[in-house]
């Protein structure tokens, strides 16, 4: 069935539409009063403020609604009597917004904001906060001491549903006083609307508003985790915007969203999914010599072809993405599957390799008919499932970490989290580098500028997540299969001659190596996240059976 259109209000509702809710006080319609606030992270100019009434998590028509003013002010008219404490506030922020923290410039990029019912008086990304938990079924003083718990903001004095850009004054976050506790609160704030616009744009399309919110404020929590744990003084933490913002490529947070749409849905339908690897038309296994690679026509041989895929969604003709939940095995859980094409003979070696080769993952997914498909290169921050167990980086002695996560070929350390693909190639001549030869040219993919601590139980989150997006509208899985071509992989690449730093491309951003190999996955080396999505990438292409 086609999917609904999202409808955001962008102006104030007509008088009209306002009398037709009970607005104008006459003719035995019901008593309206008005509710006003303030919205802010800094005070918010131009974004859409309404009553959300039927609690679906979009501005409707119908519903009361206006623009903020000057200093974030905002007055809604029209309010049926007793709805302005039984509905919360929600603000849509548009791109054009105008933030008093930065007032020279728009906001840039969109996102959302909320309070609980009754709260309206101020909005903020830590109102939205706690407004999730509290939709989650905690109490309003539950949901506000867990974040003020988070923020490690230990003071009757200061609530998080109060004003905190008039209460700070010039103070700096501090301990030292509750002025210095609401400019860390403020601070917060500000990483919790970054987290929050980096995921947006992605999302805001998708019909299901409530799913897309509670994904993206779980990133922004990650992020504040993150923060507080790895702060210089953990019972004092500071909070900043250049720390780590738990920023995600599209398919992870398109799976997650996904999830929770999809998740009770009974997943009946197995499908299986097969991968092949190719040189350009070269066929690859581990003996076979492959010919004209890279920009200097190298040949050589594989010494390792490994890779982690997630995010595994099967794509709709209305375009709905639905999860294909893996089953488990020794080889694929928790949503990743670890493909494996190397054999432990020729050149991989028996040490590290396995003979077992492993080129198909299966699943179930809800009946239907699936004409695409969209998956990820790499391993998630966490499982998209109802467990959300840590996968990237996780304590491997945990009994919640899958087997194949425990690959100690496929890890760096720990705060590296996991090799989400170990491509090796040998060339026939060694490689030339400044300090003398090497032996193999490495493509090692995997998340950079990592903080936390997972065997402490602290969330892991990264700066540049390096996974890379892919998706092919029409796929057949019946008749298909996903080819990785390493001809395509190493297009940009001088695969007889390495500039320095680790042999090949680590994932370092300032490796000589990396930008050609991020330009074919088409990964941005700056940010690590997708580029368009992966649309232009030809790494992985579909082919006939």
Not at 179 to 192: L, N, P, S, T
Not at 483 to 508: N, R
Not at 515 to 544: C, E, H, M, Y
């Amino acid at each position: 069935m086609s999917r609904p259109a999202i409808r955001f209000a962008l102006t104030a509702i007509s008088t009209a539409l306002l009398s037709a809710c009970g607005g104008g006080g006459g003719g035995g319609g019901a008593a309206t009063t008005s509710l006003s606030g303030t919205v802010a992270d800094g005070y918010l100019k131009g974004a859409t403020v309404c009553l959300d009434v039927n609690t679906n998590s979009l501005c409707d028509s119908g519903e009361p609604t206006t623009t903020t003013a000057d200093g974030g002010k905002y007055t809604l008219s029209g309010v049926t009597a007793g709805d302005e404490t039984k509905y919360p506030v929600l603000v849509l922020v548009p791109a054009s917004a105008v933030d008093s923290d930065n007032p020279g410039t728009t906001v840039g990029k969109g996102y959302f904001l909320s309070s609980p019912a009754g709260k309206g008086g101020f909005v903020s990304p830590l109102t939205t906060l706690i407004q999730q938990k509290v939709a989650a079924g905690a109490t309003l003083d539950a949901a506000e001491n867990s974040v003020k718990a988070l923020l490690a903001i230990n003071d009757n004095a200061v609530s998080l549903l109060s004003d905190y850009v008039a209460a700070q004054g010039s103070a700096v976050q501090t301990d030292a006083t509750s002025a210095g506790r609401f400019a860390r609160a403020h601070e917060a704030a500000k990483v919790i609307a970054a987290s929050l616009q980096a995921g947006y744009d992605t999302l805001k399309s998708d019909t299901s508003a409530k799913a897309v919110q509670k994904v993206l404020l779980a990133q922004a929590e990650d992020a504040l985790t993150v923060q507080a744990a790895t702060s210089t003084d953990t019972a004092n933490p500071t909070f900043s915007t250049t720390g780590v913002v738990a920023a995600d490529s599209a398919n992870t947070l398109k799976a997650r969203v996904a999830y929770e749409k999809y998740g009770s849905t009974a997943a009946t339908q197995a499908v299986s999914i097969d991968f092949d690897v190719t040189a350009g038309g070269q066929a690859v296994t581990c003996g076979a010599t492959l010919t004209g690679l890279g920009t200097k026509g190298t040949s050589g041989q594989v010494r390792d072809l490994r890779f982690y895929i997630a995010n595994v969604m099967l794509i709709d003709a209305q375009g709905n993405a639905v999860p294909l939940k893996l089953d488990d095995n020794a080889n694929q859980s928790r949503g990743v599957a670890l493909v494996d094409f190397e054999d432990a003979t020729g050149k991989c070696p028996t040490s590290t390799g396995t003979a077992a080769t492993y080129k198909t993952i299966s699943g179930k997914v809800a009946p239907g008919n699936y004409v695409g498909v969209a998956m990820t290169l790499g391993v998630p921050v966490r499982s998209a499932d109802a467990d959300k167990v840590a996968l990237n980086h996780s304590d491997t002695t945990a009994a919640t970490t899958p087997a194949l996560l425990g690959n100690s070929a496929m890890a760096w350390s720990w705060q590296s989290g996991r090799k989400f693909s170990k491509i090796e190639f040998v060339p026939d001549a060694p490689i030339v580098r400044p300090s003398g030869t090497t032996t193999a040219w490495n493509v090692h993919l995997g998340s950079t500028g990592c903080k936390g601590d997972p065997t402490k139980g602290v969330v892991t989150a990264c700066t540049n997540p390096n996974r890379m997006d892919f998706s092919f509208a029409a796929f057949n899985a019946g008749t298909q299969k996903i080819v990785l071509d390493l001809a395509e992989l190493f297009k940009y690449s001088d695969l007889s001659y390495d500039g320095g730093g680790a042999a090949g491309c680590m994932s370092g951003t300032t490796d000589p190596e990396c930008p050609g190999i991020f330009q074919a996955l088409q990964i941005d080396l700056a940010s690590g996240l997708p580029i368009n999505g992966g649309a232009a990438q030809t790494v992985f292409v579909v082919k006939s059976k």
